[in-house]
């Protein structure tokens, strides 16, 4: 009975966006990069959120990650509002529970590949020794286990981009976002990136949420989220059974 | 922690010139602090030095109660009897703390050459005591001679040491025959003669045409008493001088003495004046060196919170707190203190060796001859300037890294 119950609670959405709204100032005028965003996406999924330059793309991914407050609407992460969280909490919460990518990958320069990994067990206060072994593992397990004592200006892109994928991991957390992962990497590239998110997706169960406006790189995703001009145009469950059109 | 210093520590390393120019002037603004702190120990150090062992002064001096205001208009009635005079001695010398204590009496009165005579004030002071004091001397002031001719034997007598004002005024040198004609402690006129045997500088100038120095025993004769004006006490150290003050006035009191207990600060008013003249000095110059180190510290670090932003913005998205954005920078530019200081510390050994190597010398405020100039190395003042420096910078700090701080993350990450 127990477990049924623990069951029915499961499938309760990893996050929640609810009438979301974001207005940048910009001088006298405010510029609607987002409006209307209506969302839910569960544990476990491999989200990708396309559409042209200027949609809203990076907005979406910002107000996800809790790197930015929404101007209207609530984002609700774990029973919680984040617009109610204080800037320290919020800080807690990414370091917790979101792991980021980014485009331009990011990397400490003056930190070798293994203390990059390990940067965000360190800002937890987690031990040397026990970061550098989660650290190590990880970089394995993205194929970089004999360049974790290299500095970020001596890796390729695309090695520079699977350091990044390591640190995000580290931490094990349930969601993951990624703002245009791939758009510095060559197309080849590009699709191994996609395809090493997708394989830790499926065996970490870890949610991935990324943003793209290469339509290539669609193939692979579990759920398709089109936005234009700052709205969802489209949501379309791929590898599921159902097929939801908004 | 150490990941932090060792980001701050590369990224020093990284700006190698921005971080060096600042760690310059940190280093020179500790060697500016550290050196003229450590002149002005020196100062205060022979002004003690002077006063209490050159001059045989000794720490403390116990009066009868108001002699300083009242005694120069009715010296008998301020004056410290035989018998009590005794008991005084024989109580100091009970302290363990106490090396010596001596009698000093001082008498006015005219000096006369034989054809011309003037005013004269001469200060009477045991021989062998005032002999004692000068070989406990340290430093400099152990080898320092004021005086042109012989000391005192410890018995002497009719002798006298005469200051050069006074000397040149009545044409006498060592050898001279002297007359002094005072008053008796009952106010009848006395005369006896002495011989010049040291002609000296007096440390203030207008006591240069005045200023005579004779036995204690001697200026007893003169004045026709068996007493003293005061009984001046040498300690073993200086820092007793104000617990053993308390001391011996509580032991006085319960003996029914009327005494009063000076210190040597008190009896020295130059030493305060000059003491405040330096501390203006040095806190003119440490606050300019402070001021400086302050700026070139938010200079460099503001420049640094430009460069990394987007790397600051990174950190905040992996779950940096905006009080540990500071703390980063503030860190950074601590170490940066850190190795300042030692290069400080570098340059200030550095300066002290060359002054001990080469022995310069200069005429002080206080001493009217040509003393060794120093530079003393004061472990805590060492320290503390160390301490300022690093705390002055890691708060410097917090000025342009709060910007870094307040920043909005997607706007850090945006930066190029
Ligand atoms: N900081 C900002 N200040 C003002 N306007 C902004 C800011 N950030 C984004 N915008 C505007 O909001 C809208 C959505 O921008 P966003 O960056 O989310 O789009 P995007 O889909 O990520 O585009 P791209 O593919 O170019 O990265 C755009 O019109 C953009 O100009
Ligand atoms: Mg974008």
Known sequence: ?246 | MLTWLKIGFLNLLQNRRRSLATLGAIAFGFAAISLLGGFTDYIFKSLEDTYIYAQSNGHLSVFKKGFLEKGSLDPGKYLIEEKELATIISLCRQEPEVVLATPQLDINGLISNGSVSTIMMASGKDPAATNRIGSLARGFTARLKLFKGSSFPDDAFAKAGISQGLADKLGLAPGSEIIFMTNTIDGFMNAMDAEVIMTFDASIEILNDLYVSIPFSFAQALYETKGADRVNILLKNSRQTLPLKRRLQKIFSAQGLATEIFTWKQLQPSYSRIHNMFNVIFSFVFIIVLTIVALSVINTVSMAVVERTRETGTLRALGLKRSGVIKMFASESAILASLGSLGGLLLTVTVWALVIFFEPTWIPPTIPKEVPLEIHLVPWFLIFTTFSMVGLAAVAAVIPARRAAQMSIIDALGHI
Request: aromatic share 4%.
């Open chain 1, 1 to 246: 009975m127990q477990l049924q119950s623990n069951k029915r609670l499961d499938p309760m959405p990893l996050i929640t966006l609810k009438q979301v709204k974001r207005c940048y100032r910009l001088g006298q005028t405010s510029i609607t990069a987002l409006s209307d965003i209506n969302l839910q996406i569960e544990q476990g999924e491999f989200v990708a959120v396309w559409g042209p330059s200027g949609s809203g793309k990076s907005t979406l991914c910002n107000l996800i990650g809790t790197l930015d407050n929404p101007t209207f609407g609530q984002i609700i992460v774990n029973g919680r509002n984040i617009a109610e969280m204080t800037d320290a909490e919020q800080s807690d919460h990414r370091n917790h529970s979101v792991g980021f990518i980014f485009q331009r990958f990011n990397l400490i320069s003056v930190l070798t590949a293994l203390e990059n990994v390990c940067l965000p067990l360190t800002l937890r206060g987690e031990s040397k020794t026990v970061s550098s072994q989660k650290a190590r593992s990880i970089l394995a397990d993205v194929g970089l286990e004999t360049e974790a004592d290299r500095r970020p200006d001596k890796l390729s892109g695309g090695q520079q981009q699977r350091v990044a994928i390591a640190r995000a991991l580290v931490t094990e957390p349930p969601l993951i976002v990624a703002d245009e992962p791939t758009a510095n990497l060559d197309s080849k590239t590009a699709e191994q990136i996609v395809a090493l998110m997708r394989r830790f997706n499926h065996s970490l169960g870890t949610t991935f949420i990324f943003s793209t406006h290469d339509e290539h790189l669609l193939k692979e995703v579990g759920r398709r989220i089109r936005l234009h001009d700052g709205r969802i145009i489209e949501d379309i469950v791929t590898t599921a059974n159902e097929k939801q059109v908004c």
